[in-house]
């Protein structure tokens, strides 16, 4: 059994990021429409890339729910633009994006991102903006990981679910866009996977 199954981005977007099975060869990697055919009981974890068809995510409610509800993990990247699961609400953009409001602070430590500097996710390249700029609200009861701006607005959370199950959000583009840097983000994708599928730490 892989460790997470990849959801592939809509046709024609994301093409320009690195290949996951590079660096973390325990995976498997479905079509994006072909997620409602998936058999979910296979995988600990379901990894979605911000480019999703979040109208076609929605049809799938129960799916979903059934999958985490079975003590599943859901990774989600990107803006919610309508609430595709109950724990969801959305995006709320910056309203300024000055070099302060795009600085990144980490609330929590996690094993997600072990080792990585927050200074090197909030400049990517020597520019800022590339890791949040707003984020997805949290239910009552989540961890915040990381804050965008001095209001520390929470741009990545983890909940754990009264039913089963857990989601991590990140309110910014796929974390494995960092799978193969020179810097201590390319530690993300690994921990990531090794967190989501329960076979690395949890806390």
Not at 79 to 107: C, G, K, T, Y
Not at 116 to 127: D, F, H, K, P, S
Request: aromatic share 12%.
């Amino acid at each position: 059994m892989a460790s997470c199954l990849f959801l592939q981005p809509i046709k024609g977007a994301g093409n320009d990021l690195p290949d996951v099975g590079d660096y973390v060869p325990d995976i498997d990697v479905v079509g994006h429409y072909d997620l409602e055919t998936a058999d979910l009981s296979r995988y600990p974890a379901l990894c979605l890339p911000a480019h999703l068809d979040q109208r076609f995510f929605g049809s799938l409610t129960s799916k979903i729910e059934q999958f985490l509800n079975g003590g599943g993990t859901l990774v989600f990247n990107g803006h919610v633009a309508w609430p595709m699961l109950p724990e969801f609400q959305p995006f709320v953009p910056l309203n300024r994006f000055s070099l302060e409001d795009l600085q990144i602070h980490r609330l929590t430590d996690h094993p997600v991102f072990e080792g990585v500097a927050t200074e090197e996710l909030t400049y990517r390249r020597g520019v800022a903006g590339f890791y949040a700029r707003g984020f997805n609200p949290p239910p009552e009861g989540a961890v915040n990981l990381h804050g965008v701006g001095p209001d520390r607005l929470p741009c990545d959370w983890v909940y754990e679910r009264p039913s089963g199950g857990r989601i991590f959000m990140h309110a910014g583009n796929d974390l494995w866009m960092y799978v193969g840097s020179s810097d201590t983000t390319a530690r993300i994708a690994p921990q990531l996977c090794a967190w989501a599928s329960g076979k690395g730490p949890q806390q």
